[in-house]
């Protein structure tokens, strides 16, 4: 099992900047890969960034390349989302996920988080 628990969200005005972080526990192999995701109300819940600890690759959405920055910290087990330059259309309820294998698709994901909102006004 593998338990993740997202902070950092909150409010911020248009241009400012927030950092997530996912505290993760648990089996490591089963987190090689770790994801987040952002879901606004009433819309499907969609991929913004993933690294994969084996190789080292990372992957962003088109929408938050340059602005977005997904890290971790293996002595710490978290993983972090910087997020600067951020825009009201980034507000979304953002979740941390774990897999064994990096992908944009969130059915590829075992372990999610709760969930933190962030909410960035106009």
């Known amino acids: 099992q593998v338990q993740l628990v997202e902070s950092g969200g909150g409010l911020v005005q248009t241009g400012g900047s927030l950092r997530l972080s996912c505290a993760a526990s648990g089996r490591t192999f089963s987190r090689n890969a770790m994801g987040w995701f952002r879901q606004a109300p009433g819309k499907e819940r969609d991929f913004v960034a993933a690294?994969?600890?084996?190789?080292?690759?990372?992957w962003y959405a088109d929408s938050v390349k340059g602005r977005f920055t997904i890290s971790r910290d293996n002595a710490k087990n978290t993983v972090y989302l910087q997020m600067n330059s951020l825009k009201p259309e980034d507000t979304a309820v953002y979740y941390c996920?774990?897999?064994?294998?990096?992908?944009?698709?969130?059915?590829?994901?075992?372990?999610w988080g709760q969930g933190t909102q962030v909410t960035v006004s106009s």
């Open positions: 996920a774990a897999g064994r294998v990096g992908s944009s698709d969130a059915w590829r994901y075992d372990y």
């Open positions: 690294n994969t600890y084996s190789s080292g690759n990372t």
